[in-house]
């Protein structure tokens, strides 16, 4: 299967590791914007030209959202042109085959990511060419879902509630730990038993906490012992949320 | 080691599931509000009277923070009496041997935990008690850390973020999920990877996401997609927190 990937970002760099090492992929073009080199150390020759990309190719953009309607005018109307985006809809691709290939993950570049098992929601406008995406997650080992593109965006905002917010969660943990001469280490397994827990029950069976409990008295000395306002928003917020969504759990 | 162990509720079923099963451990009595039997299936004394607990012996009180007072006045001066609580402070507790196990995790009745290499945060009003309770953490393959009820505190509310406010995250996650008829079990890789990520990365080098980017059209587009008010909170709050927050961060 022959490919052109265009981006180098987190997710660019991750897709290029993976195309690189499956033998039934070749990739036959990178584009960079800034294309330092002319071909990568694989052998993958590098453009910063979108006009390099071939006719009839499959063309995959992992470029920031706001930038997908911009790159995909200047690609030939013959490839066929796929973005990763989750919160952007297929329509933004002006090329007649036309898709969408979004692994449900997060991407940072000091960090390597198995695709190996990993939902990659799939959508194309012509449904000739749905065989195409399944047939690369599967080369990747990925695991291949069709959805549309409203699906995709909800999925995409619950994966950013999941992902982003419960990272952010962690920064506010770790300020609060290295303010208070604390190690931020002595939270990582409380970090992970929180993940591993909903892999088997439901995310309402395993909430704990001050605020499912109702503990007014522990949740005011959480509140007077806040001295930073974002987190006491946080908190504040939070606690409210669980108590209305959660509260009718019996304890 | 004889202990006499108060209260029958998450915690405490889990510590008595640890004590059977330890044999340098010898728990003597099983105080339960509603004793429903006299003994346990392990042959454990089951009561329902405070005033059953021999004096001189380590009694662990499992019990909601707001009965901690109550329940240490009933209970002999002579004891070494113990709360688990992270947020109440040692000197609730009235007995002259008095001190703290909190261990740092969370714990439901459907789910059984290991105690292996958990941290459990240690303090004794005497220092000749401290030994009583390293030996207990060690007897339960546990890791004693000895600290203060205010770093305790501190501990207990950046536990409340990354466990209960990101399992509420989850709660958030599933909603959306169902209502668009979306299987949750598609965000399982993804909450794993977002807890395995920061045992090495630190929480701000693994940031991702429409915030940190500043991507302010796809926070409108899932502002105007969410339906649910306290979500919609939730969203601005966290988007507003780690823009202020991680701001600075090179991307």
Redesign the interface.
Known sequence: MKIALVGAG?LGIHLYREFVIHPEIELVLWHQNKALKSTTEEGVPITSNLNDIPDGILCIMAV???TIASVTQQISEKAFVVHTSG?SSMDVIIQKNSGVFYP?????S??S?SFT???VCIETRKKEDLHTLETLAQHLKARP?EMDS??R???H?????????????????????HS???S?D????????????????????????????K?E??IS??LD??QNT??K???S??T???N???GNKKL
Chains 1, 2 share one sequence.
């Open positions: 987190n920031p959202d706001h919160a449900l993950q997060s991407f940072s000091t960090r990511v098992d990993l939902t879902v409203a699906k965006f909800t999925l905002l619950a994966a950013v509630l999941v992902n982003n917010f419960t990272n952010h969660l962690y920064v506010q943990a770790e300020q609060l730990c208070h001469d604390l931020f002595l939270l990582k397994p409380l970090i992970l038993e929180t993940a591993q827990k909903i892999q088997t029950l439901t995310p309402n069976d395993a909430q704990t906490g001050p605020a499912i409990r503990d008295k522990t000395k959480h012992w806040i974002e987190l928003k946080i908190y917020t939070l409210t949320a669980i209305k969504t959660n």
